[in-house]
């Protein structure tokens, strides 16, 4: 577990070359096809070598919940274990690790009216507006969230209307269907908070070097996706797409993708925060591995 940036790619292929893990990925952008570069994710050789799962499992104009991530790992779980390997999840979606350790609570159905009701709001008022009256409703989700993701936003928001309770409180009555066998959380989170954002810089810039605005280009060039899709909304892809439809300068954008992944970032190490049971490592470690080791053993 960890930012972005943190280092949890490289460790988990380090480990597999001391174990026989099959890898999860916990991470809520990877799971799209053609959503290669701006996500991280692993080349088509290092997947041929070592056996991951939950990639490139849809279509970027599909959704994909939290709900779905935890039946799917779980019966992935299940089934590595009985072919005598060890379940190895890696990734920062925050939230799909919190549905398969402690399950999802019944949420109310969504309201198209009541969800009509708030877009006419942030329509008039602006998404940071709805995200400032979420922090006097439920600070704890709106402290995870950007002033700016607009479909959570509205979907606390509207269980909030629904209810009269707020998300926190929901998933903090969810049942809890421990995960069957031992668990152990490793978190990587580097020293300092410049050390992270000097390495999400470097990142960033990488990826644009590997071609990142040539694949946002590819995705837009189909004509059926757009930013209010679940797959573009993610860190990155939306301010390149605003670029190419002429909203905003390359060097801006750019400079604006990296400002959105901090963020994204200090979402993550707030959802980490409240995890239980960590065991903390610094990836600039030179132990690391040895140190990652040892916790296994």
Do not use: C
Not at 203 to 220: D, P, S, T
Not at 229 to 257: C, F, K, M
């Amino acid at each position: 577990m960890g930012p972005t940036a943190s280092g949890k790619t490289g460790l988990s292929l380090t480990l597999a070359e001391h174990l026989p893990v099959e890898i999860i990925s916990v991470d809520s952008a990877q799971v799209y096809r053609g959503m290669d570069i701006g996500s991280a994710k692993p080349d088509a050789a290092t997947l041929a070598r070592v056996p991951h799962h939950l990639i490139d499992l849809l279509d970027p104009s599909e959704a994909y919940s939290a709900a779905r991530f935890r039946d799917d790992a779980l019966l992935l779980i299940a089934a590595i274990r009985e072919r005598g390997n060890i379940p190895l999840l890696v990734g920062g979606t925050m939230l799909y690790y919190r549905a398969l350790q402690y399950g999802l609570s019944d949420l109310p159905a969504a309201d198209p009216a009541l969800r009509t009701r708030i877009e006419a709001r942030a329509s008039a008022d602006g998404w940071p507006a709805l995200h400032a009256e979420l922090t006097v409703k439920d600070p704890v989700t709106a402290a995870r969230l950007h002033p700016n993701d607009q479909q959570r936003i509205q979907r606390a928001l509207e269980i909030i209307e629904l209810s009269g309770r707020s998300p926190t409180e929901f998933y903090a009555q969810a049942k809890t269907e421990g995960l069957a066998g031992k668990l152990i959380k490793i978190g990587l989170n580097p020293a300092s908070r410049e050390e992270l954002h000097e390495r999400i810089a470097l990142r960033f810039h990488q990826m644009m070097r590997e071609g990142f605005l040539e694949e946002v280009a590819r995705l837009k060039a189909r004509g059926d996706l757009n930013v209010e899709l679940p797959s573009i909304r993610a860190v990155g892809y939306r301010q390149l797409w605003e670029h190419l439809e002429g909203r905003d300068s390359l060097e801006n954008a750019t400079e604006r993708g990296i400002a959105a992944t901090r963020q994204f970032a200090k979402r993550q190490i707030t959802w980490l925060r409240s995890e239980t049971a960590v065991q903390w490592l610094d990836p600039a470690s030179d132990n690391l591995l040895n140190d990652a080791l040892q916790l296994l053993k």
